[in-house]
């Protein structure tokens, strides 16, 4: 018959060596017990201050250096940048003027060709009386061409003088005769024999004109 009171086993020990027992921590000592702060060993600092400051002054010398000399090269640069867009001026502006004279040149060497026609006209309207209605209509019929030339001349800038009256302008006005008179003072054109033209501001023919000179002393008397 099996005992009513269970046995319980009995604990078994790991047998415990005397060499793995942990060493107990070093103690402290006094000094680092009362100050709270242990030692430490550290290494010895070998680095020369001297020298690195000596090599940073004489890295930044040559920074300065390099920033001189590329502030140097970029005022040239600038500068012939500067020069070169003042000769591109010059020459856009030379070559405009020029351009701009010789179509002015060409023009007036084209309508100087035009302008003998245009006197013919103006001769023929002053000279010829048509005497019968066929007449009138040939008269009607070329002044009309004679109308639409000077509307197409007015155009392209062209304008004839008005000199009779005004005076005497050697930049505008041809003397070829001088007619002595005491009815306009000396020097004011008296007759328009050949009309000027201008092509804009530009003389295209001079006028052909008769200007005023002092009356001769026996045409006074006599007057």
Do not use: W
């Not at 600038?78 to 405009?96: C, G, K, L, V, W």
């Not at 002044?143 to 197409?152: F, H």
């Not at 505008?172 to 033209?197: F, I």
Request: proline fraction near 7%; aromatic fraction near 4%; charged fraction near 35%.
């Amino acid at each position: 018959m099996i005992d009513e009171q269970t046995q319980q086993p009995d604990e078994v020990q790991a047998p415990v060596s005397e060499s793995s027992e942990t060493p107990p921590p070093s103690e402290p000592t006094s000094e680092a017990v009362e100050t709270g702060v242990v030692d430490t060993p550290t290494e010895e600092d070998t680095t020369d201050y001297q020298a690195a400051f000596m090599e940073l002054r004489s890295n930044y010398a040559a920074k300065e250096r390099e920033i001189e000399g590329l502030k140097k090269q970029a005022e040239e640069l600038n500068n012939q940048y500067m020069r070169i867009a003042a000769d591109f001026e010059n020459f856009r502006r030379r070559t405009q003027r020029e351009r701009e004279e010789l179509e002015t040149q060409v023009k007036c060497n084209t309508v100087k060709e035009l302008l003998p026609v245009v006197d013919n006209f103006e001769r023929a309207r002053s000279q010829i009386k048509p005497q019968t209605d066929g007449e009138s209509n040939i008269h009607k019929s070329y002044q009309g061409v004679y109308k639409d030339m000077v509307d197409r001349l007015k155009k392209v800038g062209v304008a004839p003088m008005r000199a009779e009256g005004k005076e005497f302008d050697p930049n505008l006005h041809e003397a070829v005769m001088r007619q002595p008179t005491s009815d306009h003072p000396e020097g004011t054109v008296v007759e328009e024999l050949m009309r000027g033209y201008l092509l804009d501001d530009k003389v295209l023919r001079h006028a052909m004109v008769k200007v005023a000179a002092p009356p001769e002393d026996g045409a006074t008397s006599e007057g």
